[in-house]
DNA sequence: CTGAAAGCGCTTACAG
DNA sequence: CTGAAAGCGCTTACAG
């Protein structure tokens, strides 16, 4: 195999120095002559070099290089929230090494042990639908590996960023009881992930803050679907006494509402309300456009890497800090019985 | 600093034996005698020994990691591609090194550099929306990375993976003729864009195809938007004789359209038509939904890995290859005049 | 079948 | 201000 990378000593041989000046100029160390670092910076630009940034991990400790785990790609809310990571990642000299689960828990420990393997400076993580053994986390907190888990968060001693899913849904469903909604139903996610059971938790504390009576049959247990929106409105509907507006616990749920209620011939938002969460990509241009919750995805991602950062350099301090990031409220025409 | 890690020599101090027989003994090399291994893969087992990949890197000259290159996350199409690219390199044993570049050139090139530093294998890529310089790149192939383009690609000799933009165009346009509209315009995106350009082609040539002559101011020059969309369809319904369906480069900008003409009290699909090309998230929702051509997002992922990974394993036998993606056409409301 | 030794390309404590 | 030397944790050609 051909060698074809310029080395230290490459540098170091044409400038009849030693290897250790050579990597002191380059990196401006104090004890370096301006001269000899001005030699060497032009040397080492004229032989085009670029320092192996593997052998200075392995002889630092040091890689540089953050992991960041994701349940799927396929998803604007995880693109958007890397957007927020990789960038000020990179603003702080970091690389990240990215990893897709598929929803997967194999793919899942996996992808942890690739990160082991690799020895990253820290972990970023969000949990795959189906995780509920967290060993291969433990794994990781045995070793000292920073780690900061984001939006889908296990019940582990271990810092994290969410959206204030709670008051992100108790203010939508306050909203829908304001617009003149009298009967309001919510059509849940699975509720042992701790965002869903959140927002469920925010819509039953709404209901009980205005002295609603909470009837069980108003509440549908979805799966984060237009077709189990559609399946729990058909239901909602069905019943003796059907709802006349919903919480959808995210917006592809809303959607399926949406989409059910036109087949049923029935007015949105003027004989029914909707309010979903997430903010989706489509959610605005529906007709009628979707209000929902808008999840700050880069925020959670910016604030996720500081977390990060600050564990990485300050040591195990924030152990158990938990970051709640505030969803934005989107009202638009789904929700808008009366006006603002 | 406290050490955290076990080491082959750890494990070869208890066994002992030496960190070569232990190395040999858990990447199954056959000269080891089957008991030795078994010994080995226990100890290790229960140290909870994890190999640290990069010295193997160092030793090895190859890292397992690829490094991706995307103008933004914050998008679901290179999401979605990233999703092609993940699955198949994780199923080869790759890890993804991901960049974002805010679609600024300068950030491509930090990127290059940070993969060359990184010591990748090969990089995967797409040009952000303002790259015409392209010295990072020939840089790479200078040093003998394996490079791979997709969607968006530089005018090299560099293997790429394209969607078939001028054959989609066609196709489209044909089938708006097919319908019976009559006039038909064309929203661009930004021309010295090579998949914009071909989509623009492809529309001319089917009109040429169709012995429609080429009306100029039938054209309008936009800008990727929604924004884009609707100016363009306000100076399109502003001509002496304006059209009755428009061809646009992409979705956000049929989107923009679409809202012009509700606008305007067109009606869609019956007064004017519409075809789009991405098949994003929105398109299938709107009212009417949009017709558009799908760009097989994860199909191009997992070429563009594929033909990364047939050049890092067999040389640079493959300089020149370009793979052509057929996008699918997605026939929805909006252009449906006829039925089908 | 296993060991001893060298080396991947850096960084840094120790000298001078 | 610069050099000589050791070592990060692996892998592998060479011996035996």
Redesign the interface.
């Known amino acids: ?2 060698k ?2 310029v080395t230290l000593s490459d540098i170091a041989r044409e400038l009849h120095m030693t290897a250790a000046t050579v990597s002191r100029a380059l990196s401006d160390h104090p004890e370096i002559s301006a001269k000899t670092k001005a030699i060497v910076k032009e040397a080492a630009q004229r032989l ?1 070099y ?6 200075s ?2 002889r630092s ?1 040091k ?1 540089n ?1 953050i992991g960041v785990l994701i349940p ?5 809310f ?3 929230v ?2 927020g990571i ?2 000020l990642a ?1 603003k702080h000299g970091y ?6 689960c ?1 929803e997967l828990y194999e ?1 899942e420990v ?1 992808g942890i ?2 990160f ?4 990253v400076d820290g972990i970023i993580a969000s949990l795959s639908r189906n995780t509920l053994d967290y060993e291969h986390f433990l ?1 990781v907190k ?3 590996i920073p780690l900061v888990f984001f939006d889908r968060v296990p019940d582990l001693e271990i810092p994290s960023v969410v959206i204030d899913g709670f008051n992100g849904s108790f203010w939508a469903t306050q909203h829908l009881i304001d617009q003149g909604y009298n009967r309001i139903a919510h059509i849940s996610g699975p509720l042992y992930i701790n965002t869903f059971n959140d927002r469920f938790k925010g819509y039953e504390a709404a209901l009980k803050a205005n002295n609603i009576s909470i009837d069980e049959n108003l509440v549908f247990n979805g799966n984060i679907s237009i077709d189990s929106g559609m399946e729990g409105t058909r239901y909602l509907l069905s019943l003796p006494e059907p709802p006349d507006a919903i919480f959808a616990a995210e917006d592809l749920t809303a ?1 399926g509402i949406l989409k059910q209620l036109k087949l049923s011939k029935i007015q949105v938002p003027e004989q029914f309300g909707i309010f979903g969460f997430c903010n ?3 959610s ?4 009628p456009s979707l209000s929902t919750m808008d999840q700050q995805t ?1 925020c959670m991602g910016q604030e996720a890497f500081k977390l990060l950062y600050q564990i990485i350099e300050n040591g195990n301090e924030e152990k158990t800090r938990k970051i709640v990031v505030k969803p934005l409220p989107v009202i638009r025409e789904s929700s808008l019985k009366k006006a603002l």
Chains 1, 2 share one sequence.
């Not at 082991?116 to 020895?119: C, D, N």
């Open positions: 195999m051909k074809n990378s085009d670029k320092a192996n940034r593997i052998a991990s392995l400790g890689t290089v799927t790609a396929e998803n604007a995880f693109g958007s890397i957007h990789t960038n990179s690389s990240v090494l990215i990893h897709e598929d793919l996996k042990q690739t082991i393997g690799a020895r794994d045995r070793r000292n959607l989706d990509m489509f605005e241009h529906t007709t880069v």
